[in-house]
């Protein structure tokens, strides 16, 4: 076969909505983008996010807690939200109603949360046991905590990358979890594939490629890890 037929070939199994272009891209040591696909469209991993969100969103409700703005409560969790607490690390931020880091022991208010939505933040935090602690003391009995963690991902540029510690796999999230809250207390599924772990890596947007591929799971491949933990009576 000439090389002009293998690279026929070889593109006529390209995604379609991925585009020759962007494939030849790939090729390159730089990628498509180095925001995640934020500058393109929505990134992969927030599909993600967002769909564990949707089906979890009855678990959205009462006293909730979001990290650095309360956009997926009032998404997700809308009416069911009785009151809303966001959370930030440091002062400045102007929805913020606690300020501090969720490792430091009395940041949340004890067994006061019927709910946490924490996206995208545990590897942010170098000790994660204490964030998870932190968040089972703040929660009240048979509140529940949805967690998103990274697995397969580029690692931010912006300030957040001056702090990203961990990625996880589904193993050490169970591990992690189980040991505050109890193994039989935590559910943690993964969601990803090498499709859409290279089509993120790459920092291209979930608009750009086909949905159907992005929802087949593969465990070896993990993009987003998520985290359903309940703490027991």
């Known amino acids: 076969m000439t090389d002009g037929r293998r690279r026929h070939a070889l593109m006529s199994k ?12 790939f090729l390159s040591t730089e990628p498509v983008s180095r925001r995640f696909g934020y500058d393109r ?58 300020v501090g880091d969720l ?23 170098y000790d994660m046991k204490a964030a998870v602690e932190g968040m089972h003391r703040g929660l009240r ?3 529940v ?5 990274p697995g397969i991902s580029p690692v931010a540029e912006d ?13 050490s999230a169970k591990r992690l979890f189980g040991e505050v809250f109890g193994p039989e207390n935590v559910e943690v599924e993964t969601y990803g594939n090498a499709f859409s772990a290279t089509a993120f890596l790459q920092g291209l947007a979930h608009e750009e490629v086909s949905k159907r591929k992005l929802d087949l799971v593969d465990d070896g491949y993990p993009v987003t890890i998520t985290i359903k933990a309940r703490r027991g009576a």
Do not use: M
Not at 159 to 171: E, I
């Open 41 to 98: 469209g929505t990134p992969i991993d927030r599909y993600y996010i967002e769909n564990f969100l949707a089906r979890q969103s009855a678990e959205i409700r009462g006293r909730a807690l979001e990290i650095g703005d309360a956009a997926y409560c009032r998404r997700f969790g809308g009416a069911r939200v009785t009151r809303q607490e966001v959370l930030h690390v440091k002062a400045g931020n102007p929805e913020a109603t606690i």
């Open 14 to 25: 390209i995604d379609r909505r991925v585009g020759a272009g962007l494939f030849l891209r």
């Open 141 to 143: 009995s048979g509140g």
């Open 159 to 171: 300030q957040w990358g001056t702090t990203w510690y961990w990625s996880l796999t589904a193993l």
């Open 103 to 125: 490792s430091e022991p009395g940041v949340l208010p004890e067994g006061g949360l019927d709910c946490i939505v924490l996206t995208q933040t545990l590897h942010l935090i």
């Open 145 to 149: 905590a949805l967690v998103t963690v």
